[in-house]
């Protein structure tokens, strides 16, 4: 059974950073887009930043140039470096496998659409100032 499982989260202070791992245990990375998301207090869920089969990423506007997405397939992980943290990252971070038969590209990956098959728990992520 697939099921993603999120690490690193926590408490850092406004410009910290932080690195959230996903291990994906019985799933063939690569085959699919894989992705991170958050839900922030009183907002819905919200896309981050996917990154594809061929390994092209995508990133919300909000996170773009301080977020970096990545993947190790020999360690069945899936990773998100946080830098330059702001208070309004506060959120819990989400990861999803399997886009399948569609990559990040088809529909709207920052609204889920197509749906991913496999979400993890999350982990919780707070910046403070």
């Known amino acids: 059974q697939v099921q993603p499982v999120e690490s690193g989260g926590g408490s850092v202070q406004v410009g910290g950073s932080l690195k959230l791992t996903c291990v994906v245990s019985?799933?063939?990375?690569?085959?699919?887009?894989m992705g991170w998301f958050r839900r922030r207090p009183g907002k819905g869920r919200e896309g981050v930043a996917v990154?594809?089969?061929?390994?092209?990423?995508d990133y919300a506007v909000s996170v773009k140039g301080r977020f970096t997405i990545s993947q190790d397939s020999a360690k069945s992980a899936l990773y998100l470096q946080m830098d330059s943290l702001k208070p309004d990252d506060t959120a819990r971070y989400y990861c999803?496998?399997?886009?399948?038969?569609?990559?990040?590209?088809?529909?709207?990956?920052?609204?889920?659409?197509?749906?991913?098959?496999?979400w993890g728990q999350g982990a919780q992520v707070t910046v403070s100032s």
């Open positions: 999803a496998a399997d886009r399948s038969p569609y990559d990040c590209n088809a529909g709207s990956w920052y609204d889920a659409s197509p749906g991913f098959k496999y």
């Open positions: 019985g799933y063939n990375m690569g085959t699919s887009c």
């Open positions: 990154i594809g089969s061929d390994g092209d990423t």
